[in-house]
Each structure stands twice: as C-alpha cells, then as structure tokens.
Nanobody, 115 residues
C-alpha cells in the first residue's frame, strides 16, 4: 500500500509558476512509475506527466516545455514544477503511483490560474 498526499496548489495569475509536491508513505516509491494527472468538472482525468522508476519522463503535449516532473526516491517524494501557467491549466491535480495493474491515488490539490 502506498499513501500519497499532494500539496502546493493554489491560486496563481496567468504566466505564473507553482510547485506541486507529492509525499508518499507506506512503501518506497522507487519501484513505481509516478505521475501527475488533472481533472476538471465534467471531464475525464488526464495524464499530465509521468516519470518511471529509471527516471524516464513523459509529458502531455499541452504542458511540454512548461512543466517538469522529478522524483526523489530517498525522500519518497515527487514534484511537478509548473511554469508559464495558463487558465486552461486550472484543475484538481492528482498524484499517482503505478506498477503493473496496481495504482494508488492521492486526494488531489486544486490549481487555479486566473487574474
């Protein structure tokens, strides 16, 4: 079992930056592919970025060049650095840990991009 807790969300102006953190407990994340997903009301949850156990990263086209995912296995944390934020980035952001057919989710943190 892996418990995930996100933090760092909030209100930011367009063009601004935010840093989301995901703290894991219960098990080491080192063997998991970690990811950030987001969801807005009425829409499906979408993948934002993932990082594999060997630190290979993958990004949604909509965030490439603006968001950076990283992991610190020693601290059992995953971070999403978001820059050049746009109103369309507004969503609840969820941390995910996945390995084979097992997935764990955090409770989510709200990110609102608005002037």
């Amino acid at each position: 079992q892996v418990q995930l807790v996100e933090s760092g969300g909030g209100l930011v102006q367009p063009g601004g930056s935010l840093r989301l953190s995901c703290a894991a407990s219960g098990s080491s994340i080192s063997i998991y592919t970690m990811g950030w997903y987001r969801q807005v009301p009425g829409k499906q949850r979408e993948r934002v970025a993932t990082i594999t156990s060997d630190s290979t990263t993958n990004y949604a086209d909509s965030v490439k060049g603006r968001f950076t995912i990283s992991r610190d296995n020693a601290k059992n944390t995953v971070t999403l650095q978001m820059a050049s934020l746009r109103p369309e980035d507004t969503a609840v952001y969820y941390c995910n840990a996945a390995r084979f057919f097992v997935q764990y989710w955090g409770q989510g943190t709200q990110v609102t991009v608005s002037s």
